[in-house]
């Protein structure tokens, strides 16, 4: 349709609509264009005060999609813009042989639940075993880290020893005349007591060496005989106990009562063998000189 120039003057300054550019169909599909020109003007001169013109392709399977809105005469037309489209066709695979497929990994068995258990224990072994060695390597390294380093004694060097000199003869001795030994002091004389003939020792018990006995008593008791003796002797009393006391343990007596008096002198002991039974007393007295005891041996 031609545009009159009262038209376009009429339309200045109202705002122009242009038409959304549709993509250009392929070069098979494009057919014959139509060019609308003005009246009165030819192809070879075009109208000066003509719009440009619009060049619209004509798509023969499908029709032009209708504007979104109607544009008006006014409107000057835009060419759309020619958009070129590449194909890339995909080049053919050409080869003599045709590709090998790859082999297909072999297909693991399944275990049976016995099998899967003793796996189980397998692994669970050597990861003790595993752990066990490295908990000694780490007690080693510690115990070599943390123990005091011992210095190395330097070996003493050899020493000559020398051939043992001959000991040094004693000086002599100047001779010294010795005392001849003195007479031993005479024993001490016994009491003037009456002595009693016929004084029987009591059986199992011996008298104590240098007593004289001084007392003499026996009686009868269902067929056996009781002695009770009484001694005197010119030592200590003291020495008469430990004579005392050792003869019990050579004898084989038991003591079964013990009684002393450290101040006046006095010792009382009782002992048994089996069913016998004795009893002594020892008593120190006072002499004018020396020491005097009296000891008494007592059947029970």
Not at 77 to 105: K, N, W
Not at 157 to 185: E, I, R, T
Not at 220 to 243: H, P
């Amino acid at each position: 349709m031609a545009t009159t120039k009262r038209q376009k003057r009429s339309s200045a300054g109202v705002p122009t609509t242009r038409i959304a550019a549709e993509p250009a169909p392929p070069a098979g599909e494009l057919h014959e264009q139509v060019v609308l020109l003005a009246a009165g003007t030819t192809p070879d001169q075009p109208s000066i005060n003509e719009a440009p013109t619009l060049t619209l392709p004509v798509v023969a399977p499908e029709p032009a999609p209708e504007p979104s809105q109607p544009a008006p005469e006014s409107a000057q037309a835009v060419p759309a813009p020619s958009m070129h489209t590449t194909l890339v066709e995909p080049v053919p695979f050409s080869s003599s042989t045709p590709p090998t497929p790859a082999p297909a990994p072999p297909a693991t068995p399944a275990l049976s639940p016995a099998d899967e258990r003793a796996s189980f224990m397998r692994r669970r072994m050597v990861a003790l075993a595993g752990l066990l060695v490295f908990a000694v390597l780490v007690a080693f390294l510690a115990y070599s880290f943390f123990a005091p380093q011992t210095a190395a004694t330097p070996a003493a060097p050899p020493v000559a020893v020398s051939a043992p000199q001959a000991p040094a003869a004693a000086p002599a001795v100047p001779p010294v005349a010795v005392d001849a030994p003195q007479a031993p002091a005479a024993a001490p004389v016994a009491p003037a007591g009456a002595v009693i003939a016929g004084c029987d020792a009591v059986a199992g018990l011996p008298v104590f060496t240098g007593a004289t006995c001084i007392k003499h008593k026996q009686d009868e008791d269902n067929g056996q005989v009781k002695i009770k003796n009484t001694y005197s002797v010119n030592v200590a009393a003291d020495d008469v106990r430990r004579f005392y006391e050792g003869a019990f343990a050579q004898g084989g007596w038991n003591v079964t009562e013990t009684k002393q008096d450290l101040k006046d002198g006095q010792w009382e002991y009782t002992v048994e063998q089996g069913a016998r039974k004795l009893e002594l007393k020892i008593e120190a007295q006072a002499a004018a000189q020396g020491n005097l005891t009296e000891f008494q041996i007592e059947e029970k």
